[in-house]
């Protein structure tokens, strides 16, 4: 009698050691869910911001590109404005000359 109650009361320790594991267990299966889906949000997330890295190298690029054009064509209009002050200059010579030539008819 004696043996079957130290028996018993080792099967009623094993039960509780049991449950407190299966608890225990249950918990950290609850984490692991919990850590599983934070993982998807964040590789979701990550998804997005290298979507949105993408887009921002190809509007860089494009804006980048418009600047070089822009900056063409601004090379061009300083050309063309240092053409028309150059003949700005030889028309106002030609001008000048011709009151001169008109002064002296007069």
Same mark, same amino acid.
């Given at each position: *009698?004696?043996? /079957?109650?130290?028996l !018993? !009361? @080792?099967? !009623?320790?094993?039960?509780?050691? &049991?449950?407190?594991?299966? =608890?225990e /267990?249950?918990?950290? @299966? !609850? ?7 934070? &993982?998807? %949000?964040? *590789? =979701? =997330?990550n998804? *997005?911001l @290298? ?8 509007? &860089?690029?494009?804006? *980048?590109? %418009?600047?070089?054009? %822009?900056? =063409?064509?601004?090379e ?15 028309? +106002? +010579? @030609?001008? +000048?000359? +011709?009151?001169?030539? &008109?002064?002296?008819?007069?």
């Amino acid at each position: *009698q004696a043996e /079957n109650k130290q028996l !018993s !009361s @080792s099967v !009623s320790s094993s039960k509780a050691e &049991i449950e407190t594991l299966q =608890a225990e /267990n249950k918990q950290l @299966s !609850s984490s692991v869910s919990s850590s599983k889906a934070e &993982i998807e %949000t964040l *590789q =979701a =997330a990550n998804k *997005q911001l @290298s979507s949105s890295v993408s887009s921002s190298k190809a509007e &860089i690029e494009t804006l *980048q590109a %418009t600047l070089k054009s %822009t900056q =063409a064509l601004l090379e061009d209009r300083d050309s063309g404005l240092s053409s028309l002050q150059a003949e700005n200059k030889q028309l +106002s +010579s @030609s001008v +000048s000359s +011709s009151k001169a030539e &008109i002064e002296a008819l007069q």
